[in-house]
Nanobody
Framework: QVQLVESGGGSVQAGGSLRLSCAAS????????MGWYRRTPGNRRELVAA???????NYADSAKGRFTISRDNAKNTVYLQMNSLKPEDTGVYYC??????????????WGQGTQVFVSS
């Protein structure tokens, strides 16, 4: 089994910063893409930022210039540095990882979610 454990959420005033972390553990051969998603009012998960195992990144327009995604492949960990936070960044943030297990099958795993609240 594979577990993704997130940390770093919390409450901050507008203009502040938070750093989210997500560590993957378990039966992992390798991890391809990792990313952060936010739950929408319609209960869907929208992409905030993603990173490949080679370090290529992709950001939602709302995150560009303010958020930075990075990863430590040796630790199977992905980070999201969020600066200049706005009230509209408030939400539950989920980590996602595309994991290849030792049987070479690939599966998508999700963390439990971490709450970010930005006050005005």
């Amino acid at each position: 089994q594979v577990q993704l454990v997130e940390s770093g959420g919390g409450s901050v005033q507008a203009g502040g910063s938070l750093r989210l972390s997500c560590a993957a553990s378990g039966s992992i051969f390798s991890i391809n893409d990792m990313g952060w998603y936010r739950r929408t009012p319609g209960n869907r998960r929208e992409l905030v930022a993603a990173i490949t195992n080679g370090g290529s990144t992709n950001y939602a327009d709302s995150a560009k210039g303010r958020f930075t995604i990075s990863r430590d492949n040796a630790k199977n960990t992905v980070y999201l540095q969020m600066n200049s936070l706005k009230p509209e960044d408030t939400g539950v943030y989920y980590c996602n990882a595309d994991v290849r297990k030792y049987d070479m099958a690939s599966w998508s795993f999700w963390g439990q979610g971490t709450q970010v609240f930005v006050s005005s």
